[in-house]
Nanobody, 124 residues
């Protein structure tokens, strides 16, 4: 079992930056593929970014490519999402997720463990 806890959300002006953290407990994070997803009000939860099980490849949604960066600190059992040049349309609850399946995953159904989410609000 893996427990995930997100933090780092908040209110920021358009053009600003935030770094989200996802701390894992229960198992060593280094053996898991991880992903970030987001859900805006009234919309479905969408893929944002993913890091592979091996940590040697990443994937991003087109809407965040070049602005967001996923990374991990294995000794700290933590995954980060650095978000730069934020836009009002980035406003959402952000979730981190993990799976023991080897690979690089964009689909929500690929992930077995989820955090509770952290709110990000970008004002115009």
């Amino acid at each position: 079992q893996v427990q995930l806890v997100e933090s780092g959300g908040g209110l920021v002006q358009a053009g600003g930056s935030l770094r989200l953290s996802c701390a894992a407990s229960g198992r060593t994070f280094s053996s898991y593929a991880v992903g970030w997803f987001r859900q805006a009000p009234g919309k479905e939860r969408d893929f944002v970014a993913a890091d592979s099980w091996s940590g040697d490849s990443t994937a991003y949604a087109d809407s965040v490519k070049g602005r967001f960066t996923i990374s991990r600190d294995n000794p700290k059992n933590t995954v980060y999402l650095q978000m730069n040049s934020l836009k009002p349309e980035d406003t959402a609850v952000y979730y981190c997720a993990a799976t023991a399946r080897r690979g690089l995953w964009r689909g929500q159904h690929e992930y077995h463990y989820w955090g509770q989410g952290t709110q990000v609000t970008v004002s115009s």
